[in-house]
């Protein structure tokens, strides 16, 4: 298993897009190609940069309201292909999975939406599920996948690019992961104290 992986491609998918920009610059000088969603991918394009929308990819548009819109074994599946095992490379070009080597996600504010006196039913729609799945995806697969889980990470991906470019060494990608597992426990357990009032 090679011990430095190049970032080839990137799935982007945010709710703050503050602080994205300079990222953005750097990925798209790096070469990175990049994949996103509705409103994330709407900024990357106003940016200047090309952006490929995930539907192209998955063949299904973002439905129930946007609920759904990452959550397809095209996009899981190439996040959490294992790039040394044959059985899951020959299954990614039997179903034209995509390899995607970084995922950069900063999640619904469910905390700030609680803290604001919002409705239960806004409050409930602020628990996102695609982002959390993606972190948790990318997390997992550290071993071939960089995952950037809020945009307080942002600045260590962009130190990290700066310094090497668009190459990770599998200590830097477990890193990222802990970071990612931290988020995950976090939002999950301010979900949890919620329902529990």
Known sequence: MAETKR??????????????????????????????????????????????????????????????????????GGILARRSNEGDRQQMAQYEIPEIDLVIVDLYPFEQTVASGASEQDIVEKIDIGGISLIRAAAKNFDDVVIVPSKAEYGMLLDLLKKQGAETTRQQRKEFAEHAFAVSSHYDTAIHEWFAK
Do not use: M
Not at 11 to 23: P, T
Not at 32 to 52: D, M, N, P, R, W
């Open 7 to 76: 970032i080839k491609t990137a799935l982007v998918s945010v709710f703050h897009k503050d602080g994205l920009d300079e990222l953005l610059k750097k990925l798209n000088e790096e070469g990175v190609k990049l994949l996103s969603t509705g409103g994330t991918q709407a900024f990357i394009e106003s940016l200047g940069y090309e952006c490929e929308k995930v539907e192209n990819v998955t063949s299904y548009p973002s439905i129930l309201g946007g609920r759904v819109k990452t959550l397809h074994p095209k996009v899981f």
